[in-house]
């Protein structure tokens, strides 16, 4: 029943006016609470490969988590991302 549904949900989801700003590895830094709360991906509970920060239309910032198979699927999804990581 919710076979057809499932590709749609394995990559990062951005709604209307927003964007993918960054994109960072976990153990480049930052402060322990966020570490722990993007410990693992979004989407399943793997360990996370990269974090990605997402500007909403209201002007804040989001985080998510993604692991190294959500990351390859979101990335080519959004060029942006892949950008973002070679740079
Ligand atoms: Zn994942």
Known sequence: ???????????????????ITGCFALSAGGCDR????LASCNYCLHPTYRVITVATAAGLERRAALCVRHFITSAR??????????A
Request: net charge neutral; no cysteine; aromatic share 6%.
């Open 1 to 19: 029943m919710y076979g057809s549904r499932h590709q749609e949900s394995s990559r990062i989801q951005l709604n209307v006016g927003e964007r």
């Open 77 to 86: 999804a959004f060029p942006e991302l892949k950008k973002l990581l070679s």
């Open 34 to 37: 966020i570490l722990e709360e």
